[in-house]
């Protein structure tokens, strides 16, 4: 029985081992499950009214009480919180704290300033004319931050090629004979979760959870 039963059947049993339906246990159960859900998708935080809504309808109660689920599981630190243009977001707390932590490492790395040049728009042209295609504007934008940064993080759902590329990217590199550190997925020791090159101060990362 997975999660998803269990919060449903539970909530229907009238034995002397069954759980209320508004049970506390069971509601922060299936926020919980919402959000760690959506985690296969990539996704390491959700609207909060979303969370409200789905879980509410997942557990057949009123939103009121999965709100007030939700107060009780940050005031005890299990959620964490934060806006983005003027939308609450809700994420599991340990997942926060890894992302802030991340976040935090990535901004160190950038003010120390270690590039040498800006990527012009020719460069980029000549990219695109090797290649043979031709990047959106959020796509030039993106290469041309990364590339000036050093830091390259992949993102996309699963299975579609992010450590594959990381993999034929270190293979290059190694190549070259130039030193480049490959870090293992802990969930998985055939895939990578990021690249480093430190002779260039080029990293390249999986941003999916």
Not at 60 to 87: C, G, N, P
Not at 155 to 172: R, V
Request: hydrophobic share 35%; aromatic share 4%; with cysteine.
């Amino acid at each position: 029985m997975n999660v998803r039963d269990f919060v449903k059947v539970t909530g229907r049993t009238r034995s002397p081992c069954g759980v209320l339906p508004d049970n506390y246990h069971r509601l922060s159960a299936g926020v919980a499950y919402v959000i760690a859900h959506n985690r296969l998708n990539g996704h390491t935080c959700l609207p909060r009214e979303k969370v409200v809504e789905t879980a509410a309808k997942l557990l057949e109660v009123d939103t009121r009480k999965i709100d007030d689920t939700v107060e009780v599981m940050l005031h005890d630190k299990v959620l964490a919180t934060v806006s983005m243009e003027d939308t609450e977001f809700l994420s599991l707390y340990d997942t926060f704290m890894c992302e802030e932590y991340i976040a935090n490492r990535l901004l160190t790395e950038l003010s120390l300033g270690n590039r040498e040049k800006e990527v012009s728009d020719r460069e980029i042209k000549a990219v695109e004319k090797e290649l043979g295609i031709e990047f959106e504007g959020l796509q030039r934008e993106a290469l041309k931050l990364s590339a000036e940064s050093g830091i390259f993080i992949l993102t996309g759902g699963p299975g579609t090629g992010k450590s594959s590329l990381m993999k034929k990217l270190a293979t290059e590199i190694e190549s070259k004979d130039i030193e480049c550190e490959r870090i293992l997925c802990s969930s998985d020791p055939q895939s990578l979760d990021a690249v480093i090159i430190p002779s260039l101060r080029v990293s390249i990362c999986d941003g999916t959870s």
